[in-house]
């Protein structure tokens, strides 16, 4: 039996649901109407700089 990885079980290219307990419900958050979380993207490894080497963020 071949072992799953992480990434593997990572749901790319649909859209992750928002916490029922999340900022959007809020009683002063900032915005109105439809909030949608883009779809995942898959992951890219090694990660790349953040910042360039030498450099604080």
Same mark, same amino acid.
Request: charged share 30%; hydrophobic share 35%.
């Given at each position: 039996? @071949? *072992? !799953? =990885?992480?990434?593997? *079980?990572?749901? +790319?290219? &649909? $859209?992750? /649901?928002?916490? &029922?307990? =999340?900022?959007?419900?809020?009683?002063?958050?900032?915005? @109105?109407? @439809?909030? $949608? +979380?883009? /779809?995942?993207?898959?992951? +890219?490894? /090694? !990660? /790349?700089? $953040?910042?360039?080497?030498? *450099?604080?963020?």
């Amino acid at each position: 039996m @071949e *072992r !799953e =990885s992480f990434t593997d *079980r990572l749901p +790319v290219g &649909e $859209r992750l /649901p928002l916490p &029922e307990d =999340s900022l959007a419900g809020w009683a002063t958050f900032p915005f @109105e109407g @439809e909030l $949608r +979380v883009r /779809p995942l993207q898959p992951p +890219v490894l /090694p !990660e /790349p700089d $953040r910042a360039p080497r030498g *450099r604080a963020l």
